[in-house]
């Protein structure tokens, strides 16, 4: 069940509000979004929502089946647009295209990487500056030094940045320089991390699981959500299956299905869904196909010096088809 | 190794070749298919193959790393094209569409969905006569009297038929009424079948299995072509993963990769690849956006009367829907 | 619904259940097996089965909520034994092992095998004739000349044999020469084969499917015995999953889930399971700890000249040594 | 490539070694552990290692083909033992059990549970306090309250305590009161939390991640040892695959194959690795017939009403049982 409570709810009427529950025996978890404060409960057995309804300090009220409560699609129906300031917004209507390398390496990097996406007319550019790496030895990022660059050369050209934030303690630093906070295939379930990315004000792009499944990327984005923050976008980047052929095996379901459970805008990670660089621009069609909202792509200079993610990358000329490509059917399929 | 013969190799040329090739200790399997002869060795050793080619009974010769070899694009470079005669033809450039119900119910239904295909323009229906059932008390199929009456419904209307093949004894009477072959999931590694099938001289179209890899589904169409038969149709219909939010997962990536290995047509099999009916015109359409050549799909008069997979069944209205967006989007996806 | 019918049921007695089954709209599947005769319903409303259990020819009648019937635990609670004849039994008592090569090769190998199993004392050979490969170029087995030898030296020491059959028109001409049917991994749901083998008075032993559930394994068997055959052994061989470092990954659980579901034998197929010689002999440990009624193992005179699945085949010293294991912890953990 | 350095290695040692690697444009990473320091390095060309053997600093060198360096068993031959002090060690020779209940509930609970394992003489007693669930609307354990009143109870009699951390601020204050950290299995590549556990003295349990690979398991390990701790222990507690009949599939194989790939010891948990209640013991038992050094089971007074994970832990009597038959057969199969 989700109470939706008046703006300015005075003492009394919340007062009289917990009165109700605690004589139902229903226990609520508070969250004060940004749009609007919430009472949130799972109930364990049948009640008359309209008694709560008819209370003075309620806006709404719902009663909902699905397992996570307040980005499900069963309460709100409008799909969530993600607004990043500057009349850029992410919604099903643009097909919103963020792309860049998978590691910031050097300014230069980072320039032509810029030049190329404003000649695009990309607006928002990713780029990692911490990286999970299975082994201990390997590149790890440049780190906050790097994410400094990196904002510099953005900021400059009104381009927006999402970077991966691995744990709780980089993300007040990290705060200033970033537009979007990217939560790791590794991190889908890092329960501390989602909770302390609730209480900042920046939206949060979650990745789902290396074999997570759907509803726990729900559950992951209603961790993010229950603490506050309602800027939530789901990445599909490909599960883990038995097939070897390919990096990950995308899971095109997913994109109607997340569409259809929740209001939360969708992200196709083509790269990582299918990892093999001449087939990216392939899945990426296919996802916006499937009714993606978004896209997420990895673009270098030179794929083949990138530091990590090379063979998964586009170069200019593969990115500059691909976008064309996109401008060419977006209408027909939105 | 592929070595293609010429047309009218005589006695004395195909004995000089094969005395070269004992000599070099080469054991081939020769393949008489309708469009040329070809001798096919797994080589265990490096042989210099120019020796092969400067033979006078040899038309071409090629070194192949793949597994698979006669499928494989490493030597035939152009794409395969499935002529069923009439002027229906299965290529890239008109994303065929086959459609129909799961499983062939009555004469009444049968002349409802050839109605809709002649409306909607579609040369091909698809429709059950023998059901592979997870259980023995599961409705299995109408058999060979539902097949003639299958038949004589669609060609009185020029429609062409596809049709699942279970077992080697029903190659031979469902021969007259037949146009593709299918095997099914659970039958891409009955070996026996495909070997079979390779003796016909009618189009085979051959799912994905179940949990089949990529480079399984190929060697299984190796096992076709080899015994004779090159007019293949590979399809890919969802893999099994520990998602269960849908039916099964379908694998977009397969598309661009088996169009990358093979040059065999492939068919994009949405119904059974999410399963959810209301989701599975998104899914063709990816498919589509990824390279297939073809895509089949359920379509039943009546969805929720329907004696199997009625869950993942498009009614009329939602197919004439799926068909004119195809149609407006495949020129420039193509 | 399970209804057990008298031995001598006289046809007026059948004719008045038939009318009762009617009245109630029950369809059911007549099953002779050897051991008693049975009506099998799908039960799609509630019936008061105390109804059919009152007439005078029915002896015992189950209602069952699982999907599969006869070979449910359900209704039946003694364990299934299977009697080979000539005093070799498989049941939990004795941890029975069945061993030998992958492929008959020669009579010499078999020699060899079978002296080495009289020497352990072990009463089942296996050995396969028909080969199910991938590829068509691979080696498909020695046929029924193969099995012939095989059986000429088996009989003579009172060996008994379990081969896999890969097609129905090989039932009849391997039936003199086989006390086990074996369906392979990529055949549990070839349901033409598995209803043809229900129609043999052999037992039958089906190996789970590649990605096959634990239900559908349970379906397999079912099929066989809704075909009159009763003498079913189930057999857990690995599943497919995303780890590499293995041939298979055997599924361990299966086997206390299947003794708890099914009152038929389990089989642990270690070979398999991991793929791995080294660890082979864990891997059947493990399955007699876990429960399993008995195991099959690849065994060859020289593993690393086996024409397949040489990795994963036992040499003698290490087969002996595994047998002594067996012997001193399996009367601990039955 | 493992540079081993001797004890008392002078200034003088480390600066000609230092320019030996530099000259060889080797990097290396420096990892001071409890027993010995060690110089990493992943080469990247072969190189003689003996120019580096030769010098006086330098106890021993090695070179190392696996991915993994510090946890490879290529290096080090011996077992690693896990001394928790008081004479409890955790090896292959005594089957070391740690049990205990999900989540720490109450004085009470923990009380008997510490006497259960009293009378069963067991040392090592788990419980979670901090406990990651997919929902945030789930019970997420006591805390450090509860962690205190773990200890309490446990210390009083000899009792060690294994408990989850799930994020790097909580090492430090769980510090005084835990024997064993417990990387949950959402946690094996939380890189930050495994480097941080890294620094501490304690030893560490990485649970395998839900679809993560051994090699990823490994690699998880080498975060840890790389940043100075070599008391490491790995455990396998199933993997997710399509099967549903249980909760994951426990991965037999992994057991002889971490053994084999590494000296650390290897931990079986079996409640998780099933997760049903009544077949737990048959796992255990196969856990230790495949060769793990230890197993974690989950018990509790009263299964029925356990806040968590009730479905999959054991009473007294079905742990007693259990531990008697661990008994009876650890010798023979150890």
Same mark, same amino acid.
């Given at each position: ?207 789902? =699981?290396?074999?997570? /499944? #759907?509803? %726990?990327?729900?559950?992951?984005? !209603?961790?993010?959500? $229950?603490? &506050? ?61 499937? =009714?993606?909202?978004? /896209? #997420?792509? %990895?673009?270098?200079?030179?794929? !083949?010096?990138?530091? $990590?993610? &090379? ?24």
């Amino acid at each position: 069940m989700i109470i939706q409570l008046i703006p300015c709810i005075s003492p009394a009427q919340e007062q009289e509000l917990n009165k109700l529950l605690d004589s139902l025996q229903i226990k609520v978890m508070k969250v004060s979004a940004a749009s609007a404060t919430y009472l949130v409960a799972v109930l364990k057995q049948e009640i008359d929502i309209r008694k709560v309804g008819e209370l003075s300090g309620v806006a709404d009220v719902h009663r909902l089946t699905d397992p996570y409560k307040l980005v499900s699609h069963q309460w709100k129906v409008d799909p969530t647009e993600i607004d990043l300031g500057d009349g850029v917004v992410i919604n099903r209507k643009d097909f919103t295209i963020m792309a860049g390398p998978c590691s910031i390496e050097s300014e230069a990097q980072i320039e032509q990487v810029v030049a190329n996406l404003v000649k695009n007319n990309i607006k928002i550019m990713r780029g990692g500056v911490y990286k999970p790496r299975s082994s201990p030895y390997a590149f790890r990022g440049l780190g906050m030094n790097g994410l400094k660059m990196f904002y510099k050369a953005c900021h400059a050209q009104g381009i927006k940045i999402i970077t991966e934030v691995m744990q709780v303690s980089q993300i007040e630093p990290m705060y200033d320089y970033v537009d979007i906070y990217q939560v790791g295939a590794r991190n889908t379930q890092n329960f501390n991390l989602l909770d302390a990315l609730g209480k900042t004000d920046k939206p949060v792009m979650i990745k789902r =699981g290396i074999s997570g /499944t #759907i509803d %726990e990327l729900l559950q992951s984005a !209603e961790y993010v959500f $229950s603490a &506050g923050n309602e800027k939530i976008l789901l990445c599909e980047r490909g599960i883990r299956s038995f097939e070897h052929a390919y990096r990950n095996t995308f899971d095109i379901n997913a994109i109607p299905i997340l569409k259809e459970k929740s209001h939360l805008p969708v992200v196709a990670d083509a790269s990582h869904g299918i990892g093999l660089r001449k087939h990216v621009p392939k899945i990426v069609l296919a996802g916006l196909a499937a =009714g993606a909202d978004a /896209t #997420i792509v %990895e673009m270098h200079p030179e794929p !083949e010096k990138a530091l $990590s993610d &090379g063979q998964q990358t586009l170069n200019f000329s593969e990115f500059d088809k691909l976008v064309a490509k996109i401008n060419s059917i977006k209408e027909i399929l939105m």
